[in-house]
Structures are given as structure tokens and as C-alpha cells.
């Protein structure tokens, strides 16, 4: 039979914020083990959670920029059940009344996955088993995480890649999360069915949980449609289960099924009282929200006329939209712009390894050299010689060509004796030109540029040169 | 010096600023009466005499070099579930021994920089889970003025404590009635303030939403006296509410001596004067309302309709805050641990070890009423009945400046009865608890006592932040 | 009390109870749950709950690391030790 699968997230992304969520210690990665805790978050008798407003901030700018609608109230409540990580054996999360309701990402293609909801929880500690004994690092617990939960609306393991890809894209480019997978920042608990196609009532749905790697959701994902495709091809009922993924053996396998699923006993939690939001403090938040990379795309081609490909790839990277926006403002060019951001800046930054944002180029420098190019102030090849340094030191390209006399020679008067004596100089090759070898012309405005030490202006010396030859 | 069991907090401040005695002196007398009565009272859970007597060497010291601060020099008991750098910290049970308490709680702090001395942890029932003081993990504490019974609870050896000489003045914590329940029983002044009014951050949780923390006090202005250093604003408690403090040493201030209360009406909730009412206890609580009626009250009955449902209700809301709250006690990260081979057997038997019967009850109760399946039936449909109940008390605010009622149905009883009988100890916090549900201020004050010579208090309850006429009725309707 | 199950309760909240508390508790929550159970006659419609203390909006803490406890303290406070974690039995996951 012929299946349709039926696939839902729920992403945990770690806030970018100093503090935890509840508390005021440190939320650095890698540091000794229990050296960021205080008695709030390694769950001391007596201590008290409070909100962290940044945490509050971010998760409603990534409410903003993913269409949800922002609660003005929202509440927290505890989750609760017994585990070594967990500093209350309650962990305090949002079940009932989160901070941001639907919402929906659109992936390349078309296709909009909606969202349910966004909800903030705590982190809980890491345990290290170790032979005889597992040892436990609070410093984890109580980083904040946004959990972003979709419908069951992605039909593939490649739709689910391409809707944490775009996720990722634009919690980044809102600041809203470095979402660094190496370090956890980003965590999926897959949901996924079959049900035969033409049918509108889901399957049974199996959970693998905490995967940080999209070619682990994306291995995990195939694997688990295959078997449950062979499964119910065979006959075999899916069991409601939570399953785990074992990236070494590249198979799922059971935790637990839903008869031994824990009893949560969620309940309000009494020690923080509801986060109250005006739509003012809403609108406030909102100003700081940058552009969605796919609406900046959109309008960068209209704005500066620049292809698809180019505004693709400006955009998908939030400060260099920011630097190539800038740049193409003060030169007045936006398609010289881009094209010198393409090549010669992004070739700059590959080869030292350096983002343009960390260099000594300023969007200014570059739109002003620029804007001497396009007045023909200057010339191409003195503009590619100029780039460099002012990479690497910076300064004003009007300025250091002025200084140093760079400023192209565009009078035909100045230029016509070097032309005249570039053709004395070279009899054989103006015969070549004239018996029909068109590379010789290359040649001898080569002859005209190096006698005018590489000012003079090349379209001009060429226009010259086949007027005389002709 | 003079009596030290009488001696006040006021007054030991204005001896101390007099120098008629010193803090050290002062501090030794305390521990003199203290320690002996250890054996038997068993006010306290730890006593920290070095502690306690190098603070008073400082305070001395600073008084000599000329500086003064609101409670410089006096020697405090803090209940055994606040925290204090440095001191174990086990709200009486043996599953935090071995603990010790990194930080100071809020109050702690402040009443710290208010050159407070702590002397030690008083008793009290296990994570404030009781009204005897007999189900801490650590023995029971006897009421000094009711000899052989009990002191009344949670805060039982902070009442003790006051009443018995052996501090100057405790802090208690009420989350059913457990400072003003025991303040009743030995005859003391115990104010349980506004919900939000009194940081809980460093406080032993017992039920978040109901949980305050306030004075015990031989006396009304001394109460304001630890009010004023302990009221006001946290920002390590969610819930403290940033509302103006008014001072309440002041509240009595410009009253006419001989009708301070005129203008005042107060209000006699009919569902607490009922047929459990001991008679005793009745007649010095209408005793009470004449005598503010002769000091210039307006007495008007008034209805509490919901208030039979305050039991249940709170014993739902309650239990299942406490439930999850007393999560953290497993033995992991600090307190006892009962070794165990596996993760869930030393979960089960670190706290099967380490929680009292009384404890163990109500975490199960509490677990109970939020598993899934029952979560509907008790503890949602209990969170609405508590807005009914919250309703009956705006009703009567809306037409009375204050209640006047009865704190506990019976005085004291003997220790060691009704000890298996959780639904009798329930009922004994039948008229205390509806101040924590609807959140309002409350104060026990005492009121005389029984023929048998057991102290009885009665209790004036306020609207949110009405400490202030709370304290000025108070301080008139005292008896000391 | 229909419902009661004291077994399963009694492993949510991680108490292991011996024979004689698992009959008396059973039968003193039986009792208490009747008791409390009073309630259950009230018309509660349309009525909202009062989950909190008090009916304010939690506070916002600005986002700025203050220090938290020394290693040792928490270390010096865990029943157990293992280097620089607290130690537990091997957890099975």
C-alpha cells in the first residue's frame, strides 16, 4: 500500500541571554562542571524562581517573526517527575497557557508548515555516566528554551530538514539563538505516522526524542518511515511509543510506550505569578525585529535591482545584508554594489577566513569607492588594487586617491600621444591587428595603460586606438 | 535587668540604647533560661550560644562607637525553616540534616542589617506540615504556659520560645494558620501579613501560594517593630508585591486614649462563632468585641458563606503545592541520602526514611489530588472554590474595616492526643485558613485565658495591605 | 474513596511505604479524600480559578549574571561526590 507520512516537530532552541531562565547565573558553555549554580537552580530549600525579561523578549520576537499570535497572558506551570537531572524533580515550563499561539514557517517552495505553539521552559543538568556510577553538572539546568511545537504538517524527512533549516535562518538572523547544533542549542523530538494515502485520520505516531543533528533526524526519520512502512505491510500495528535514536547502529529503539508514560500532574506554579504583556511593550519589541530573510530577499531584488541569486545570498546572512545594504546606499549603485560584495569582498573574506563585519571595511569606504568607479574617477583595476587595504587598515578611498594621484585620465588630448607613440613603438603588431588579429588591440592598450601607469582610462584608450587603426 | 521572660522587644531595645545592660549581657540571660529548658520545652532545634554571643560582642561594639540601627543587639529566634549563612536549615526534618545553608533568606538579611542577633532554629512541625509542633522530625515542644500540652503549630517553638523567656521575639511562618494558631495557644501576638507583603525568598516551601512569613511577639508594637524591618519589596520573590510599605510602629499614633476605634467597624463572621465553638472560647472572644465596642468599635455581623468549603479547599491546594514542593527533598544534592544501588530505591527510601508520617500523608494526598484522572475533580474545582472564598472576604471588607473571630475552635490539648487523627488535626485550622486562601492579613492577639489557666487569643483579619488599621486595633484590643 | 490507588500515588511521589503505613495511610486517605470531597456538590460554573497568592503580573529580572555558589559549597553540601559532580547510582536511560 502507498502511505503518505505525517511528520511533526517539537524544537527546543536555547535563548541567547546571559542568565538562566529563573535565575541569575551564567549560561557559558563548556565551563567546570557546578560552577554556574546558585540555590535557585540546583533546587536549595527555600529559593525562588524569577523571570528572566530577556528570556521573555526573545521568545516573543521569535513569536513576531513566525506569524504567532503573542498571549498577554501567558503562565508558567511545573512539570512534574523524579529524575537525577532535574534540581526540583519539577521541571517549570509553559503547558496550558503559552507566549505565543499558532504561527507558521514558510519553506523554499511554497509550502507553509503551521505552527501550534511556542512555550518557554528551563533546561535541566547533565548527567556523565561513568563506570559504577553516573555523576550530575548543574550548570545546564535552567538555561532557557523556547519549545517551538509544529502541526503535523511536514510530509517528508526532507520538508523536516528544510523547516529546521529555515527555522535556524531565522532564529539567528533575529538573534533570537546562535542555535549552535554542536553545543545543544538546537534539539528535536520527532513526531511521526503513516496513514495510507487518501486517508484523513492520522496513524499511530511514534516520538524519537533529542536529537541534535539534521543528519540524524534526517537518518532517524528514514528509518523509522521504513519500518513502520514494513510494519504495517506485514499487518503489525504501530505501538504508541517514545523511541530513541541511536546514531551508531543507525536503528530506533523503545523507551517507553504509552502505558508507562509518566503522570506529569502539571500543575501553575504558585512562585511565579503571569506574565502580563501590554500591546504596547508588544510594539516595543517588535521595532527590534529585523526583516525575515525571504521578505528581504524579496525586496532587495526590488530595491536594488540585484538577481535572486545575489539577493539569496546577501540575505541569508544577516550582517552582511545589513553591510551590502548599507554599502549600495552610499554608492547609489546597487547592482555594482552587489556584484563587488559577491566577488571581491566575500573572495576577501574566504581567503582570511574573517567575516567582513570583523574587517577594517567599512560600508561607507566601500560605497565611496565604488561611487568613484562608477564616475570614472577611477578605474576597475585601481579599485580591485584599492580593496585590499582598506580591508585591512581601512581609511577613505577619496582621500588616498587624491594622495596618490590614482584618479583616472579620461581627456582624450592627454592620452592621444601615449596612443600615437604605442603605435611607433610597435609596427608588427599594429600589421597584425590590421591583418585581422583582433588579441592584438588587447596588446596595445596594455602598451597605452603601462604608459600612462595604469591611469588612463581603458574603454577610452580602446575607443582611441580603433579610430586610429582604422 | 528586669524579668527577662516579660522583658519586651521594645523594651530591650530602649535598655539596650540606655545602656542600662549590654547585648552580650542580655544574650547570656536569654541562653541561661534557654539551655536548661531544653529538656523539657524543646523550643528549639539548634542553638547557636557562640554565634549568638559574638553578634551581641559586635553589636556592643558598634553601639559603643556611636551607631544604632532598628534592632541593634536583639537577640531573635528564626523558625527552623528560614534560611541563615552558614546554619543548618531542616524545617525539623531528618531529611535535610547534614545540610547547611549556603545564603541568607530576605528576612534573614534584614533583619541582619537591622543588627538583629540570631540565637538559634526553633521547632516546628515537619516542613510546617501540622498544628502541634508534634510532627517534627526532632520531638515534640510543650507549651511553657499550658504545661503538658501542646504549643499549638506549625510554629510552635517560635511561640515558646517568645512566651517561654527564651528570645525576645521569633519569626514564624503561616501557611493555615501556623503562626497565629500557636500565638493563640501561648498567649502571644503572631501577625501573618498580606501575601506578597513579606519576602518568602530563603523560606522552606511548604504551599508557595498560601506560604507568609511574620513576627511573634509578646507584644503588638513589637510586632510592628520586626514588621517594618522585614516588610517590602524582593526582587528574589516573584510573588513580594512592590506597594508602599507604611510604617507600623506609627499606625496607633494620634488615636484619642480612651476611643482609639472609634470609626472603625468590625465585623463578626457568623460561620466562626458555630456549634464547634468551645465556650470558653467564645465568651472571651465576645468578651473581645465588647471591649472594642467600649473602645469606639461599630460591631456589625457579617456572613462567610463559603467558609465550611475553607477545609477541603485548602487541604486540595495545599497538599498539592506541597507535593511538588517537597520534590527537591531526595537526597541528591544535599541533606540525608540512603545509599541504594539503583536511582529509584534511593529516591524511595531516602525519602521513605527521611519524611515523617504526618509528611508522607499529605505529599500523597497532594499527588493524589493532581494525578491524571482526579486533577478536575479536587484540585481544579478546589482553585475555584478558593475564588468563592476570596469573594466572601472582599464582601465583608466592602462593609467592614475588620474581622474579629475566634482563632481556634478549643485551646490547647494535651500533647500525644489526636496524634493518628489527621482529620480532627485538620479541623483545628478551621478559622485560620481562609485568611490564606483569600490571601489578607491576619493577627492573633492575646485575649485572656480558660479557667484552667490555658491561654486563648482571638484574631483580627484585614484586606490586602491593611496592616496598618490591622496594628492599631490590635495594639488597643491586646491584653497583656 | 473509589480510586484511591495507593501503590501508584505512592510511586509518583517516590515513597516507598512498609505494609502497616501502606493500610493505614490507605485507609486515613480514604477518610481525608471523602472528607475533602465536599466540595464536589458546588455549582463552580464560568468561575476562574485564583492560582496565585495574589492576582499581580510576575516581575521581569534584567538579564545580568550575578555570582552564584562556590564549587565546594555544593560539592561540601551533596551526600556524594565524583570529582566535580554530585554522584548517583549508574542511571539507566
Known sequence: MEYEVVIGLETHVQLKTHTKMFCGCGTAFGATPNSHVCPVCLGYPGALPTLNGRAIRLTVMAGLMLGCEIAKRSRFDRKNYFYPDSAKNYQITQNDAPLCLGGHVDLPGGRTVRLNHIHLEEDVGKLTHRPGCSGVDFNRAGIPLMEIVSEPDLRSADEAIAYLTALREMMIYAGVSDCNLEEGNMRSDVNVSLRPKGQEAYGVKVEIKNMNTFSGIHAALEYEIARQTQALDRGQPIVQETRRWDPDLGETFTMRTKENAEDYRYFPEPDLPPVVLTQEQINAWAKDLPEAPAARRERMMKDYGIPEYDAGVLSADRALADFFEAAAKRSGNGKLTSNWVMAEVLALTAKEGTHVKDSALTPEALGDLLKLLDAKTINGPTAKALLPELFAQGGDPAAIVKERGLGQVADAGAIEPLVDAALADNPKVVADYKAGKQAALGFLVGQVMKRSKGKASPQLVQSLLRDKLS | ?480 | MAGFDIDRVAMLARLELTDEERTRFGRQLETIVAYVDRIAGLDLDGLDATLHGHDAGAPFREDTPVPGLPLEAVLNNAPARIEDEIRMPRVVE
Open chain 2, 1 to 480: 535587668m528586669d524579668d527577662i521572660k516579660t522583658l519586651t522587644l521594645a523594651g530591650a531595645l530602649e535598655g539596650l540604647r540606655a545602656k542600662k545592660f549590654s547585648s552580650v549581657e542580655l544574650t547570656q540571660a536569654l541562653l541561661d533560661v534557654m539551655q536548661p529548658s531544653q529538656a523539657d520545652i524543646h523550643a528549639f532545634v539548634t542553638i547557636d550560644a557562640e554565634g549568638a554571643l559574638a553578634q551581641a560582642a559586635e553589636a556592643d561594639r558598634r553601639r559603643a562607637a556611636g551607631e544604632d540601627a532598628p534592632l541593634l543587639g536583639a537577640p531573635i529566634a528564626m523558625k527552623d525553616n528560614m534560611s541563615v549563612i552558614g546554619q543548618p536549615c531542616t524545617a525539623s526534618s531528618r531529611i535535610l540534616e547534614g545540610y547547611i545553608a549556603p545564603y541568607d533568606a530576605t528576612v534573614t538579611a534584614k533583619l541582619r542589617a537591622a543588627g538583629a542577633i540570631f540565637l538559634g532554629r526553633t521547632n516546628m512541625d515537619e516542613f510546617a506540615l501540622g498544628s502541634t509542633t508534634q510532627t517534627s522530625g526532632f520531638g515534640p515542644t510543650e507549651n511553657p504556659v499550658a504545661r503538658g500540652c501542646i504549643p499549638g503549630g506549625s510554629s510552635g517553638g517560635s511561640a515558646a520560645a517568645v512566651v517561654g523567656g527564651l528570645a525576645l521575639a521569633a519569626l514564624g511562618t503561616d501557611t493555615g494558620g501556623s503562626i497565629r494558631q500557636p500565638a493563640s495557644h501561648c498567649g502571644i501576638v503572631g501577625v501573618k501579613p498580606t501575601y506578597g507583603r513579606v519576602s518568602r525568598y530563603g523560606i522552606v516551601a511548604c504551599a508557595s501560594s498560601l506560604d507568609q512569613v511574620g513576627p511573634m511577639t509578646k507584644t503588638v508594637e513589637d510586632a510592628a517593630l520586626l514588621m517594618d524591618v522585614i516588610s517590602g519589596h524582593d526582587p528574589m520573590d516573584a510573588t513580594s508585591l512592590d506597594v508602599p510599605v507604611p510604617r507600623l510602629a506609627d499606625a496607633w499614633t494620634g488615636a484619642d486614649p480612651a476611643k482609639p476605634l472609634v470609626g472603625m467597624t468590625l465585623g463578626l463572621p457568623k460561620e466562626y462563632f458555630g456549634d464547634g465553638l468551645d465556650p470558653e472560647v467564645r465568651a472571651l472572644t465576645e468578651a473581645a468585641a465588647k471591649r472594642a465596642e467600649a473602645l469606639g468599635a461599630t460591631l456589625r455581623e457579617v456572613s462567610l458563606p463559603y467558609s465550611p468549603y475553607g477545609i477541603p479547599t485548602y487541604y486540595i491546594c495545599m497538599t498539592a503545592e506541597v507535593s511538588a514542593n517537597l520534590a527537591r527533598f531526595d537526597g541528591v544534592r544535599y541533606g540525608a541520602r540512603v545509599p541504594c544501588d539503583d536511582v529509584l530505591g534511593q529516591y524511595l527510601k531516602t525519602r521513605a526514611q527521611g519524611m515523617g508520617a504526618e509528611v508522607k500523608r499529605r505529599v500523597l494526598l497532594g499527588t493524589f489530588v493532581l494525578s491524571s484522572g482526579y486533577y478536575d475533580a479536587y484540585y481544579n474545582r478546589a482553585q475555584k472554590v478558593r475564588t468563592l472564598i476570596k469573594r466572601d472576604f472582599d464582601a465583608a471588607f466592602a462593609t467592614c474595616d475588620l474581622l474579629l473571630a475566634p482563632v481556634t475552635p478549643e485551646p490547647a490539648w494535651p500533647l500525644g492526643v489526636y496524634q493518628d487523627d489527621p482529620i480532627r488535626n485538620y479541623l483545628s485550622d478551621v478559622l485560620t485558613v481562609g485568611a490564606n486562601l483569600a490571601g489578607c492579613c491576619a493577627m492573633a492577639i492575646p485575649a485572656g485565658a480558660t479557667a484552667a489557666g490555658k491561654p486563648v487569643g482571638i484574631q483580627l483579619l484585614g484586606p490586602n495591605f491593611g496592616e496598618p488599621t490591622l496594628f492599631r486595633a490590635a495594639h488597643a484590643l491586646e491584653l497583656r
